[in-house]
Structure formats: C-alpha cells, structure tokens
C-alpha cells in the first residue's frame, strides 16, 4: 500500500504522526511517500498577531525555509535522500533539550546553521543551505500544499495523509499527542483508514490537544502533556 505524508517539519503533530507512520510501514507494507505542505504559505494574508502566539510567524517562516531546501534534496537527490531528510528534520526540531519558545529560538530553526547539523545527519551536502532563502522553491511547495487541500477542503491543519494515492481518499490527521506501542501502531492504523475508507465518512473531531510526548516540550512518555484547547489550530484563543 502507497501512503502519502504531507509535513511541515516545524509541525510536532505532522512529526509524531511520521513517527508512526514509520513504524507501521513494517507492519502492513507501507511505502511512504512525503509530500509538502507549508503553514506559512497556508496562513498568507492571515493576521498572525490576532490568530497565533506571538512566536508561530518566524516558526512557520522557518518550516518554508527548510521545505525549500527538501524541495531541491528531492529533486537532486532522490526520494530516499528527501526520508532521510525529513527524519533529520524531525530528531533536530523535536527530539532535544526543551528551550524558550520564543519568536527568535523558532526562527533560528530556519538559519545555515541549523540546518547544516540537519543535513550533515541526512548525509547531504552542507552546501545545500544557499537554498534556504531562494523562493524560486516556492512554487513546488505552493503546488503541494494546494493538492494537499484540494484532497481535504481548506478547514484542515498538518498532517494530511493520503492512502492508495493518487486517486485514494486524503484526511487531516490523526493528531496524535502519544506515541503508541507496535503493537497499537497498527491497530490505530487500521482503525483509522477503515474509518476514512467509510463512504460519506467526512470528520471526528475535537480540538483539546496534549501537548505531544516529545523532548523538546519537556514531555516524557510516562507523562501526559498539558491539555490545550487548539481551536482552529491553534493554541491563541483568537481575537
């Protein structure tokens, strides 16, 4: 079976999700295959000051610097080279020591430095951080995010998937904030496109969110993150 994952490497549910994505391909033969999707380029023209923390601007600016760069590592490189990518992407951002949540740690996120130490663990040339800055990339992201919600309808957030692609149905999630065992990574799995697969299926949702078991939010997975209510994506209760 052929999955297609959508990610913005600054989304945490988009990495949780990959992660286990990962660890079902093992269990029920998936081949997956990442696709972009940019929360930057999703939120243009939105007011970010009145829908999102006051950190989220330079998070999303720096999620489409670094999908810039996957853009040309898939192009270059290989789809192989773009998984290994996406994996560096996600242990840099994510699997770390927790720092203060501010507009300047996020944006650092998307600057030469950081990505090199990214792609020196994929094994790809430092010299590929001159694309960070080069919107000529831009199109291939816009493209991808626009086929990502032409699939769903625009009232979605990251993760999208989409299973038996190019003609099999696309969802939003699932969100999920606890990695689950291997034993659980399938049954979720198939729980989760057997609801999809439901004709006239169209949205189970809720917006209270834990904050994910990961790092970088200073969540263990013996501990349950702090419940946040993520109305309309995000964590801000809109003005």
Known sequence: MDVRLWFDPVCPFCWMTSKWLRLVAGQRDLAIEWRFIS???????VDYEAWFPPEYEAGHTAGLRMLRV?????????????????????????????????????????SEAFVAEVLTTAGLPTSLVETLADTAWDEVVRAETDEA??????????PIIQVDPPDGLAFFGPVISRMPTEEQAGELWDHAVGLARFPGFAE??????????????????ADVGLVEDWHGGSRRQHR
């Open 39 to 45: 929360l930057r380029l999703v939120n243009t023209g």
């Open 149 to 158: 919600l032409a699939l769903t309808g625009k009232d979605v957030g990251t």
């Open 70 to 110: 996957a853009a040309r590592v898939r192009k270059e490189h290989g789809a192989d080279a773009l998984d290994r990518l996406q994996e560096a992407f996600g242990r840099h951002v994510f699997e770390r020591e927790p720092v203060p949540d501010t507009a300047t740690s996020r944006e650092t996120q998307g």
């Open 204 to 221: 189970l949702k809720r917006s209270l969110r834990e904050r994910p078991q990961l790092p970088s939010f200073g969540v263990t997975t």
